[in-house]
């Protein structure tokens, strides 16, 4: 088990995050597949299991299966793969690029399926090397694997900085973390296969994405604070009977226009993500000042509105 140590404190990590991520959205009563980091945690988890498991039995190729390790190893770069994939996915997702095109889609998947085809075309030609500390495995699957690793990661960091602007700008520096750090790790992993630290990329970057994007604690705390806006908005609605649903449709004006402007690339110093959201958020109380404004004003408003359609 010495040769395996890394991997299972980094499988418990992700378990723990898994297991808490689960719970507190049970416990919030919020919806679990919002975005799908469930999915990216869980195939997190199988990526670090078969990391673990393939550690264990390159060091015992006298004792293990010629199959088995052969299997283990596949999956393991399949894993791999796939982490990274859904990685540069999840940035496509959280600053609002979605291809549409049959050129655009083609480009973003067609790297990863290839390497699928490549991994699983030449895993027979698998080699295993006895290095100083720790046996390992090479060939052209494994150079094909941590090649699109790169790639994609390199991807990821291409897409954050030219969309810097759809991103909050307090989870900015937690996402440039992960990000490097993973871009870092696989690198040193590629040139240095000894070393085995693919496990720690894994973990930082699900670690990461949670502290970022998906701690339910400050979704929840997000949703108290839009309900308590909406309340103070539904109590000058509710004062005056003639606005209907205003508010709601002001808000969600305000956020297609600036939306749009934004896309269009109007104003881009202006129109980040930070302040369509504080727009977005304020648009309800627009007319906040009407709480204060006396009854009967409404009343002969509506009456006087009444009279004009009878006439």
């Not at 793969?81 to 859904?86: A, K, L, T």
């Not at 494994?142 to 991103?167: D, E, G, K, P």
């Not at 699900?206 to 309900?227: R, V």
């Amino acid at each position: 088990m010495e040769h395996c140590k890394l991997q299972i404190g980094c499988l418990v990590v992700v378990l723990y995050i898994l297991i808490s991520y689960t719970r507190q959205y049970k416990s919030y009563k919020m919806n679990l597949h919002e975005t799908f980091f469930d999915e990216l945690s869980i195939l997190g988890l199988l990526c670090l299991s078969f990391d673990c498991a393939t550690a264990y039995t390159v060091n015992r190729l006298d004792s293990v299966n010629p199959l088995l390790n052969l299997f283990l190893h596949l999956m393991f770069l399949l894993c791999i793969d796939s982490v990274v994939f859904g990685l540069f996915l999840y940035m496509l997702n959280i600053t609002d690029v979605h291809p549409r095109r049959r050129i655009a889609k083609l480009a973003v998947y067609f790297p990863y399926i290839a390497n699928i085809i490549v991994v699983v075309a030449n895993i027979g030609t698998l080699n295993y090397i006895y290095g100083e500390h720790t046996n390992y495995s090479m060939g052209i699957s494994v150079y094909t694997c941590f090649s699109m690793v790169i790639v994609y990661t390199l991807m990821t960091v291409i897409v954050f900085f030219t969309r810097i602007r759809h991103i909050e700008s307090h989870k900015r520096r937690c996402i440039i973390i992960y990000v490097l750090v993973s871009l870092t790790g696989m690198t040193i992993q590629f040139f240095n296969p000894e070393y085995l630290i693919t496990s720690i990329v894994v973990t930082v970057m699900i670690l990461g994405i949670y502290l970022s994007y998906e701690d339910p604690a400050l979704k929840e705390l997000s949703e108290y604070y839009s309900e308590t806006v909406m309340s103070f908005a539904n109590l000058v609605e509710n004062r005056d009977s003639s606005t209907g649903g205003h508010i709601k449709r002001t808000t969600k004006y305000v956020r297609l226009i600036a939306q749009n402007l934004q896309n269009r690339g109007y104003h881009k110093d202006i129109l980040t993500k930070d302040y369509i959201s504080n727009v977005e958020k304020a648009a309800p109380l627009h007319d906040i000042g009407k709480i204060s404004v006396r009854m009967p004003f409404f009343k002969n408003r509506e009456n006087s509105r009444t009279k004009n359609l009878l006439l």
